[in-house]
């Protein structure tokens, strides 16, 4: 099981996404789960939803996902040889039954049970993830990200697969503003106005688990509610080139602490000055 990397440049390039890459091995894909059903136990569900943050500094498992060659195999086919972990994280979908009053009234979550999954996904409340661009929260110069999207379990539209809007990359950066719908993931709650999203032309990005789908900073992407009774785990890596650069936001300072080069040489160490001294 290779990884065809003058197919996934070809495509990444004029799509700005490539979907359905093999990447783990069934024992892989066994051991990641147990790992991350350790984590469940340890921390609690509210928790490894969203918290799991650059946690490939504590625990070798996890850096040895950002660093699997397959992985890296379609990073640098697309960014060159010389490639930096950016940032990581897991993203987790609970099953809807699972989910806490937080995040979900259990009276939404029994009316969910009988609506149909059309309208399930316009459901407040529930978590998901509104249309946006990577490089808006990014804020970086000298290069593009790409942002990896490993399954640990099958995505599909029930759970809340990826969606994406083919070419999107090409038109520069959209204005974001504060989501209005309750429930949005994402750390600074942004979203694209749903007037400069182009829904009609979204795909969804289904994975088996144990494949990735690859997307670039710029694309528009999205993802609905799980509505199902079924996780959907997945773990989100950014990689930049080492030219890239960290642009200051006076309204939103930034510090990039995790990053590690993670394939070839940094000639650059932009980021290195960012990290605290140990
Ligand atoms: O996990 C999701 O549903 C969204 C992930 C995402 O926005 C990303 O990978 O950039």
Redesign the pocket.
Known sequence: MGVDRAEVKTLYEKQGYVTSIPILSPEELQQARDAFAELERKFGEDYTSYSLHNVHMKYDWVMALIKHPRVLEAITAVLGPDVLLLDSRF?CKYPVSKQSKTQASNDIIARNQEKKESDQANEPGLPY?AW?Q?MKYWGLDGGPVV?V?LALDDSQEEN?A?QVIPGTHCSGLLPHRHAKRQGNMLTVNQEIPEELVEKDKALLCPLLAGQMSI?DGLLV?A?DPNTSEKRRC?F?IRYVPTAAYPVQDPERPRSFHATAVVSGHDKYNHFSSKKPEL
């Open positions: 993203i993830v946006h990577d942002s999207w809340g990826l997307h992407h993802s997945g989100v």
